[in-house]
């Protein structure tokens, strides 16, 4: 369950990865498989070779990518999500959720 955005925001990233921009969107999240994580970033792009290409530079493996629809996109976790969002300079999508279990330093 996703929430946490605003529906700009959302169409955004949607509109993002249909333009085959690498898209960053970050909300709030809980699934009772992974409890130590709060919040999710997806990371996107309808162009199934560019993100994959875009994700083996952080070790991200092509098979993780989930294939939804119109909008394929990695799940970032925990320091993975935080090492990413760094190196691309959008931190700030993880600051408004400072206060949950990831360490957004």
């Not at 994959?52 to 989930?66: D, F, N, S, V």
């Amino acid at each position: 369950m996703a929430f946490g955005i605003t529906r700009k925001e959302l169409n955004d990233w949607k509109k993002g990865v249909q333009n085959k921009e690498i898209a960053f969107l970050t909300h709030f999240w809980y699934d009772k498989r992974f409890p130590e994580y709060d919040s999710v970033t997806k990371a996107g792009c309808c162009d199934i070779r560019k993100l994959a290409e875009w994700g083996r530079q952080y070790g991200l493996k092509p098979e993780w990518i989930h294939n939804r629809e119109a909008y394929p996109h990695f799940d970032l976790l925990g320091s993975t999500q935080t090492e990413i969002m760094k190196k691309e300079g959008m931190l700030y999508q993880l600051r408004r959720f400072a206060g949950t279990s990831t360490d957004y330093v």
